[in-house]
């Protein structure tokens, strides 16, 4: 396709209730979206970075701007372009994989309407429904912790994720293992401990947990080694997991025996298809991660979680887990697990009115 223009669109979207993790709580989400105009017709991606950098280097302003002013002008000068020549046009600019994620995503679903293959169908999807777990957030106190829960578990959700920090551990996760009995559980710390922490953390061995995500920095590999080694959970590398060649080496050196995959994070769905292929040779299990993606988002997520190694419930969670109106139709839980769109590309619709009606500045447009 010829790449004619690129949109920048500018959401804020409420959430239905505060997300509170171990770096912050979140209110609303503060969403870039991407429009790419070309030849063969419109295709839109998400951009899953937060409105600021304490989750990642990467945030909103910087994903615009890098947009702006590198990628939409590489894009906008380049010949014939496709979703696979994406990365190789972008790689003169050094990172931002979430603002060249959210570009090639726009990228692939414009082609892949054209040609009218879905996202399931050219990701090598073999489920036509994916099994679903849901993130809970740090509460003021365990009786809400515990409410919250039980919500998610009467709505269906085959799998609990506990956000983790340091005094908010050992205590909430006991509780609701007592609550849940079997039903799958599993925590995740983003960062929030050090290695002074390991004989604590060994404290979780007790609650028979599916795994412990990102106890320690992104850029430390070695701690979740030693950490591996001192406890029975497995532990899981989400923020680490910046590319295949990380995840292989992660993998390798025993810090991670279950990798989180984020398409949203690692540069795009096909860096995520190919961590996924080698995950699989290297017979690591993984799980689709979420980074709180509107239907636009979500709905690639979802059918990414549909290949064959994603056999660990993921944080696909239905659309009302976050959003009590969401930019597209919405996506329902049923029986635990949300179907994947068949139609071409994402198969979902972005509500545009819905889209100007909660954006919080004008469209920028780049030709
Ligand atoms: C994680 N996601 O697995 C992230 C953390 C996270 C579902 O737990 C705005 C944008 C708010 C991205 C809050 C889940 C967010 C966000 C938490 C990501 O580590
Ligand atoms: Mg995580």
Known sequence: MKVSAIELHRVALPLVRPFETSFGRQVARDVLLVRVRSNVGDGWGECVAMAD????????????????DYLAPALLAAGDVTAKSVAGLLRFVIGHRMAKAAVETAVLDA??????VSFGQYFGAVNEAVDCGVSVGISDS???????????????????KLKIKPGWDLEPVRAVRELIGETLLQVDANTAYT???????GRLDDFGLLLIEQPFVEDDIATHVTLANAIATPVCLDESILNAEVAIDAIQRGATSIVNIKAGCVGGYLEAVRIHDVC????????????LETGIGRAANVALAAMENF??????SASDRYFAEDLTEPFVLVDGRLSVPTGPGSGVEVREDLVAALSSRRVLTLR
């Open 53 to 68: 950098p304490v989750y990642s280097s990467e945030y909103v302003e910087g994903c615009e701007a890098v947009i702006r």
């Open 111 to 116: 082609q892949l309407r054209s040609e009218g």
């Open 142 to 160: 365990i009786d809400e912790l515990l409410d919250e829960v039980q919500l998610y578990v009467d709505a269906g959700y085959r799998r609990i």
């Open 195 to 201: 290695e002074a922490d390991i004989e604590h953390l």
């Open 280 to 291: 699989a040779e290297l017979g690591v299990p993984v799980w689709c991660g979420g980074m």
């Open 311 to 316: 056999t660990l419930p993921g944080d696909t």
